[in-house]
């Protein structure tokens, strides 16, 4: 069964930082097209980053200049590394990736928790 596993989330005071890593097991496929997507509670789930296959990143306007979104192609990993951490950036965090296969293919990590205080 493929599945995006997740990891890295936890609780850090503001300011602080975390990186989050991405990966996918029980498939022969790689990440092609990976995003990260936050939801807070009573909110609705929103972009956070991504990246394409080849690099190219994009981020959404409330993490601009804080949050990086990098790959390691060579062991299939995605990571979020998140500086400068606000309250607000306080949210469950999911990875979705689509697999470099010649069918298209997408999945939803379960999610890991961060949580900011301040």
């Known amino acids: 069964q493929v599945q995006l596993v997740e990891s890295g989330g936890g609780s850090v005071q503001a300011g602080g930082s975390l990186r989050l890593s991405c990966g996918v097991s029980?498939?022969?496929?790689?990440?092609?097209?990976v995003s990260w997507y936050r939801q807070a509670p009573d909110k609705q789930r929103e972009l956070v980053a991504s990246?394409?296959?080849?690099?190219?990143?994009n981020y959404g306007d409330s993490v601009k200049g804080r949050f990086t979104i990098s790959r390691d192609n060579a062991i299939n990993m995605v990571y979020l590394q998140m500086d400068s951490l606000k309250p607000e950036d306080t949210a469950h965090y999911y990875c979705?990736?689509?697999?470099?296969?010649?069918?298209?293919?997408?999945?939803w990590g379960q999610g890991t928790q961060v949580t900011v205080s301040s």
């Open positions: 979705f990736a689509i697999l470099d296969s010649s069918w298209y293919q997408e999945y």
């Open positions: 029980g498939s022969i496929f790689s990440l092609k097209d």
């Open positions: 990246i394409t296959k080849r690099g190219t990143t």
